[in-house]
Each structure stands twice: as structure tokens, then as C-alpha cells.
């Protein structure tokens, strides 16, 4: 499969629209970036292996992360 290309962590934001500035929650969230990428690549790897269509395996996905629910969202 093709590495892809690394690119800088986001700008974390919090709610209203300032950053993130605890470099532990920082580093947190980039981890947490990394490793569901690894399984994205993984998955995608696996279903191509298998003969499946990439489009279609990168829709599922896209489909499973909008369809997440917000944990503690509070409503406006």
C-alpha cells in the first residue's frame, strides 16, 4: 500500500474556538490520531487483499465516524 504522506497535528480547538493549550490533552489527542489511522490503513489493506472495492471501504469508514454520537453533548 502507499505510505502516506505525514502531515503537522491539527490545531486542537476547544468549543468557542480557542486552542487547546495543555500539552499533555495535546498529546493525547495526537496519539489517539495516530493509532485510528493505523487501523483505518489496516482495514483498508485488508478489504483490498480481500478483492473489495477502496472507494467503498473509505465510505464505511467516513459513514462510521459521521455517524458518532457527541459523548456529554449539551444542547443549544
Same mark, same amino acid.
Given at each position: 500500500?502507499? %505510505?502516506?504522506?505525514?502531515?503537522?497535528?491539527?490545531?486542537? +480547538?476547544? /468549543?468557542? !474556538?480557542?486552542? *487547546? /493549550? @495543555? $500539552?499533555?490533552?495535546?498529546? *493525547? $489527542?495526537?496519539?489517539? =490520531? +495516530? &493509532?485510528? &489511522?493505523?487501523? @483505518?490503513?489496516?482495514? $483498508?489493506?485488508? !478489504? *483490498?487483499?480481500? !478483492? @473489495?472495492? %477502496?472507494?467503498?471501504?473509505?465510505?464505511? $469508514? #467516513? &459513514?462510521? =465516524?459521521? !455517524?458518532?454520537? *457527541?459523548? #456529554?453533548?449539551? &444542547?443549544?
Amino acid at each position: 500500500m502507499n %505510505a502516506r504522506i505525514p502531515q503537522a497535528p491539527p490545531v486542537w +480547538r476547544q /468549543s468557542d !474556538g480557542k486552542p *487547546v /493549550s @495543555c $500539552l499533555e490533552k495535546i498529546k *493525547v $489527542l495526537n496519539q489517539n =490520531i +495516530r &493509532e485510528i &489511522e493505523g487501523l @483505518c490503513a489496516d482495514a $483498508l489493506e485488508d !478489504g *483490498v487483499l480481500m !478483492g @473489495c472495492d %477502496a472507494q467503498q471501504i473509505k465510505a464505511a $469508514l #467516513h &459513514e462510521l =465516524i459521521d !455517524g458518532l454520537a *457527541v459523548p #456529554h453533548a449539551t &444542547e443549544k
